[in-house]
């Protein structure tokens, strides 16, 4: 029940800072921080909770799809990262034994940047490819997608070390 709780809180806060906050900061013009996809992040690692987790993140995406009104793509871009974390998680963590309750937050620094810098890449990817639907200046997209994908792991990484330390 409190991690129900806590999820739900969780959702309602990532949407109100991306919709209030992270929406109004523009760099270049370009690039936008996306904070919401912290949702994947933080979300416990269980695998009995998976299609209310891919479910939630795509209410999540469809959320801020509903307030941007962006069409549905942050629905989608949500949905997809939620749906690859485990196989990102499980290449990212190697041969070691991989524990169905296992979170972000026991894995070594590196290997988080990593997995936090994949599943970042992957959502702006999709999330831009399906923003500009076009080949038409993808030089800009992809200038847009790398930037980007930086900025948000940056904020996602403070974040992280912020507020979700690790448990002693």
Do not use: C
């Amino acid at each position: 029940m409190r991690n129900s709780i806590a999820n739900i809180l969780r959702f309602a806060l990532l949407l109100f800072l991306q919709v209030v906050i992270m929406n109004n900061i523009n760099f270049g013009g370009y690039i936008n921080p996306q904070i919401y996809i912290l949702y994947v992040f933080l979300f416990p690692y269980y695998n009995k909770h998976r299609s209310f987790f891919i479910l939630s993140s795509f209410f999540l995406g469809l959320s801020i799809d509903f307030f941007m009104n962006s069409g549905g793509i942050n629905a989608f871009s949500l949905t997809l990262i939620a749906y690859l974390r485990p196989s990102i998680f499980n290449i990212i963590m190697g041969n070691q034994a991989v524990n169905d309750k296992l979170s972000l937050r026991e894995l070594p620094f590196s290997k988080s940047i990593t997995y936090v810098l994949l599943l970042t890449f992957f959502h702006h990817t999709a999330l831009f490819w399906l923003e500009n639907f076009s080949f038409d200046e993808l030089g800009i997209m992809f200038f847009r997608i790398l930037l980007s994908t930086l900025y948000s792991t940056v904020f996602i990484l403070i974040s992280l070390s912020l507020f979700f330390r690790k448990k002693q």
